[in-house]
């Protein structure tokens, strides 16, 4: 992504607009916090405040650039935030260390479809994530 698509998603170039996308695309499997991302530009001497990386993900949630997945159980916590790569994904996240893996599985995309069917209902997006232990974590 370059200046000229961040104008069709009607956001100018700014530079923390740039750092922050910067990282994304360096990082394009990763998976980032607010905090993780002004501590990094914090520790790459980049003079950009914490409200303005907020702003500028809030922005790339709300045109695409990026996708918003709220990793606690309560709707309370962490929010993460990673880049839309255009496929469709879902998460397990481990309670304990944090560590995210991403997967899909067509049977359970399917029985989602199904099921929203039998209710009625037309999914236009879903998100799911799974919590429990990593491999490395419930030994």
Known sequence: MDTQDL???GLSATLPRLKILELFE???KRHFS???IFKILIKNDE???IATVYRVLNQF???GIINR???DKNKSGQTIF????GDHHDHMYCVRCGRIEEFFDESIESKQETIASKAGWIINDHSMVM????PDCKN
């Open 82 to 85: 990673e880049l839309n790569r």
């Open 7 to 9: 104008k069709k998603a």
């Open 69 to 71: 997945l709220n990793l």
């Open 34 to 36: 607010a905090e993780d």
């Open 26 to 28: 360096q990082n394009a």
């Open 131 to 134: 919590f429990g232990m990593c």
């Open 61 to 63: 949630s709300d045109a």
């Open 47 to 49: 003079n950009v405040g």
